[in-house]
């Protein structure tokens, strides 16, 4: 049923957020700093508020969008009397301990705190694929469920508020390492007269298919036994070839070397027969 709710920032992502609220008959108040950012919601349905006060004051559930930490600080400070008693919804990213920070700010005022981390761009808000990481407050996520779930897949991670935070950034982690690898290979084969676009119609299958292998290292490290069968070796995959393929075609080694420096910091403590999952430890304890 209808739920009253305003959110805090309208830029391409908060504006994304109030729409599909407004879609789906949601009683949507919002608040922009600068102005001229309401119209088009106005148009679809929303209350434009004058003031982020005014837009607190409406409704019992404020989701927050803005830019980041500080920008959150800024806007909800002055508010926190006004605050008390109602739930905030924090979707602006921030790290782990930023998160907690502003719960337990939250939790002073009096105020009920969920945080999320958005695994989306805004044309993908309510679109297949969306998905929204949260964790904190365990009833605010029950109780407004089924409106977080109009932006995407919810999923909660509990109530350590940082949490969702954190698989956030370990999620965009693991995307940006994979990013750095497609455009190594793309310069490795650039000075042989193989394009970007035919490299990246050879690397999307590519890279998908091997996603399959997350499971198999998980089940190893989760296991707790890196010497398990059916593994290839990480003298057998040490990346020696790899690294002289990209030194020839005179680019830099440092995406490969970052990689086979976790290698080899195993296979010289004498673990080169165990699988690539071991790496793991080379990560765990730096140096
Ligand atoms: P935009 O840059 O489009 O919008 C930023 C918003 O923050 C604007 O509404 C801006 O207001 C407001 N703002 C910035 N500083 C202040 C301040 N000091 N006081 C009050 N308001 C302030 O960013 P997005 O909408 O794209 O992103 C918003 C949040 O969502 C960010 O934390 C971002 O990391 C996160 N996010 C965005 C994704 C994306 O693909 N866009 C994906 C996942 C997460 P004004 O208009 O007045 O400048």
């Not at 069968?229 to 990346?239: N, P, V, Y």
Request: proline content about 3%.
């Amino acid at each position: 049923h209808d739920v009253q709710v305003s959110v805090l920032g309208l830029g391409a992502m908060g504006s994304a957020l109030a729409a599909a609220l407004v879609k789906a008959g949601h009683a949507t108040t919002v608040w922009n700093r600068s102005t001229g950012k309401t119209s088009d919601l106005v148009a679809q349905g929303a209350i434009s508020a004058d003031t982020a006060g005014e837009a607190v004051r409406a409704s019992r559930l404020v989701i927050a969008c803005l830019l980041d930490h500080a920008s959150v600080h800024e806007v909800l400070d002055p508010l926190s009397g006004e605050l008390a008693g109602r739930t905030l919804i924090n979707v602006t990213t921030t790290t782990p301990a930023q998160a907690r920070e502003l719960a337990a700010w939250a939790a002073d005022a009096g105020v009920e705190y969920l945080d999320g981390g958005i695994m989306a761009v805004p044309s993908m808000i309510g679109q297949p694929g969306s998905s929204i990481l949260y964790s904190g407050s365990t009833a605010a996520f029950d109780q407004y469920k089924p409106l977080l779930d109009l932006w995407g897949t919810s999923t909660y991670f509990g109530e350590d508020p940082g949490l969702a935070s954190l698989c956030d950034l370990a999620l965009l982690a693991g995307m940006y390492v994979m990013f750095a690898g497609f455009v190594h290979g793309a310069a490795m084969v650039a000075p042989s007269g193989v394009t970007a676009g035919e490299f990246a119609a050879m690397a999307t299958p590519w890279l998908t298919a091997m996603t399959g292998a997350f499971q198999g290292f998980a089940a190893v490290i989760d296991g707790g036994d890196y010497t398990v069968d059916g593994q290839q070796s990480l003298e057998f995959s040490d990346l020696g070839d790899i690294l002289t393929a990209t030194s020839d075609q005179g680019i830099s080694t440092d995406v490969v070397a970052m990689v086979q420096h976790l290698i080899q910091q195993q296979i010289d403590t004498g673990h080169g027969e165990e699988g690539f999952a071991r790496i793991m430890e080379s990560i765990k304890q730096p140096g």
